[in-house]
Nanobody, 125 residues
């Protein structure tokens, strides 16, 4: 599984960004994987921000982003998205997408098996 995240950038507080993650698979289809977005700020541990089940039927959000971030997926395009709005300086981090082999397990960090490179999100006050 190869994951390529994009869409990061610099925005002012209150602004919005949309992250995308294109997924290339072999042997199993993209739609059979759970997908998630993580972030890691300097000096902090990697944090699961949002997760989505194989068909989009279940989603998970960390309390810190609930109501501001929306995760979605397009299985026809092998892509998962993270819409971020009302951004805060504390959202500044490198954001990573990840795929999990268990299609409905989305809330456990250790359930994610494959990782893409990160994309930087910087929110200024």
């Amino acid at each position: 599984v190869q994951l390529q995240a994009s869409g990061g950038g610099s925005v002012q507080a209150g602004g919005s960004l949309r992250l995308s993650c294109a997924c290339a698979t072999s042997g199993r289809t993209f739609s059979s994987y759970a997908m998630g977005w993580f972030r890691q700020a300097p000096g902090k541990e990697r944090e699961l921000v949002a997760g989505i089940s194989w068909n989009g039927g279940s989603t998970y959000y960390a309390d810190s982003v609930k109501g501001r971030f929306t995760i979605s997926r397009d299985n026809a395009k092998n892509t998962v998205y993270l819409e971020m709005s009302s951004l805060k300086p504390e959202d500044t981090a490198v954001y990573y997408c990840a795929a999990g082999r268990l299609p409905t397990i989305i809330t456990m960090t250790r359930a994610y098996d494959y990782w893409g490179q990160g994309t930087q999100v910087t929110v200024s006050s």
